[in-house]
């Protein structure tokens, strides 16, 4: 296989998938009809619930991909903040399940049956889910993407989840019955605080609402106009996010007599530069004003 295709978040958010899904059908068996470990099933349904989250960017990534057409003007690029709030939301209906088998294991424990083949299943899981994570998170370029971002950072969390199965497991084996549905709790716990991060972020996106990296970018924007001696003043920066990328606006105020040709050589310049110092910067549109001092 194309080495190459191992750092396409595209093609790793599918391969996530399929491996999270298959491991936590595994843990999920065997923890509810050979172990009894809430634990255990937790960390399964919350494997599958990782690898439903993949699958959904994965399809995200294929739709973004589109061009513009005539019901789309400017793309398919927020499909992707839509696949994160999405991927969040299965994440938090699986963490209520577990929240709620968790605290029927806390107020009537049951032995654990097993310990030793569950402990070897969820730390084989942890060892998978920590690599294929750290992989994505540190190797690939996810291109300033939020859902890819997410799907790396809880493949991430699914591998501490699985550590944390590991060491409810061993203290079950241990005689401490609790620890099964603590971990449970836990894990939950996890869940929803990155799903209710990612539904933030994604949500701000969507309405267009600019962060301080945006207001960052937009003050960088205005000094690159200060190095061309014809733009008087450049005010109104507007930034917005759309998808992966940065979309804006900049208005410049230039003198009245000022030639087409020159003020398109301007903008030109005013563009390749933003982009060369904003690398996710896609689109940047430059309206010119007359000085009215002229």
């Given at each position: 296989m194309n080495e190459s295709r191992f750092k396409q978040p595209e093609f790793l958010a599918g391969f996530t998938a399929f491996i999270l899904i298959l491991l936590g059908v595994i843990q999920i068996v065997f923890g509810e009809f050979f172990s009894n470990s809430v634990a255990l099933t937790?960390?399964?349904?919350d494997c599958i619930g990782d690898g439903f989250v993949s699958a959904t960017v994965y399809a995200g990534l294929r739709i973004y991909q589109r061009p513009a057409d005539d019901r789309f003007h400017f793309g398919y690029f927020k499909i992707e903040?839509?696949?994160?709030i999405a991927a969040a939301i299965v994440m938090m209906i699986l963490a209520g399940y577990i929240v709620f088998r968790s605290y029927n294991q806390l107020i009537n424990p049951h032995p654990i049956k097993l310990p030793l083949i569950g402990i070897e299943l969820a730390l084989i899981a942890a060892i998978i889910a920590?690599?294929?994570?750290?992989?994505k998170k540190y190797k690939v370029k996810s291109?300033?993407?939020g859902s890819v971002k997410l799907e790396s950072f809880n493949t991430i969390k699914d591998g501490v989840a699985s550590g944390l199965t590991v060491v409810a497991l061993i203290l079950s084996y241990a005689g401490f019955a609790s620890a099964d549905a603590?971990?449970?709790f836990i894990?939950?716990?996890?869940?929803?605080?990155?799903?209710f991060i990612a539904i933030k972020e994604s949500s701000y996106m969507?309405?267009?609402?600019?962060?301080k990296d945006c207001v960052l970018q937009g003050d960088l924007i205005k000094r690159i106009t200060r190095n061309i001696k014809e733009i008087k003043e450049a005010h109104l920066v507007r930034l917005r996010r759309t998808g992966p990328y940065l979309q804006g606006e900049i208005e410049i105020k230039v003198n009245s007599d000022m030639s087409m040709e020159r003020f398109f050589q301007i903008r030109e310049q005013i563009t390749a530069d933003a982009k060369n110092r904003i690398p996710e910067l896609h689109h940047l549109t430059v309206i010119a004003q007359p000085d009215k001092q002229d």
């Amino acid at each position: 296989m194309n080495e190459s295709r191992f750092k396409q978040p595209e093609f790793l958010a599918g391969f996530t998938a399929f491996i999270l899904i298959l491991l936590g059908v595994i843990q999920i068996v065997f923890g509810e009809f050979f172990s009894n470990s809430v634990a255990l099933t937790a960390n399964g349904i919350d494997c599958i619930g990782d690898g439903f989250v993949s699958a959904t960017v994965y399809a995200g990534l294929r739709i973004y991909q589109r061009p513009a057409d005539d019901r789309f003007h400017f793309g398919y690029f927020k499909i992707e903040n839509l696949a994160s709030i999405a991927a969040a939301i299965v994440m938090m209906i699986l963490a209520g399940y577990i929240v709620f088998r968790s605290y029927n294991q806390l107020i009537n424990p049951h032995p654990i049956k097993l310990p030793l083949i569950g402990i070897e299943l969820a730390l084989i899981a942890a060892i998978i889910a920590l690599f294929i994570g750290w992989y994505k998170k540190y190797k690939v370029k996810s291109e300033h993407l939020g859902s890819v971002k997410l799907e790396s950072f809880n493949t991430i969390k699914d591998g501490v989840a699985s550590g944390l199965t590991v060491v409810a497991l061993i203290l079950s084996y241990a005689g401490f019955a609790s620890a099964d549905a603590i971990v449970g709790f836990i894990i939950a716990g996890i869940i929803v605080s990155i799903g209710f991060i990612a539904i933030k972020e994604s949500s701000y996106m969507l309405v267009d609402a600019c962060d301080k990296d945006c207001v960052l970018q937009g003050d960088l924007i205005k000094r690159i106009t200060r190095n061309i001696k014809e733009i008087k003043e450049a005010h109104l920066v507007r930034l917005r996010r759309t998808g992966p990328y940065l979309q804006g606006e900049i208005e410049i105020k230039v003198n009245s007599d000022m030639s087409m040709e020159r003020f398109f050589q301007i903008r030109e310049q005013i563009t390749a530069d933003a982009k060369n110092r904003i690398p996710e910067l896609h689109h940047l549109t430059v309206i010119a004003q007359p000085d009215k001092q002229d």
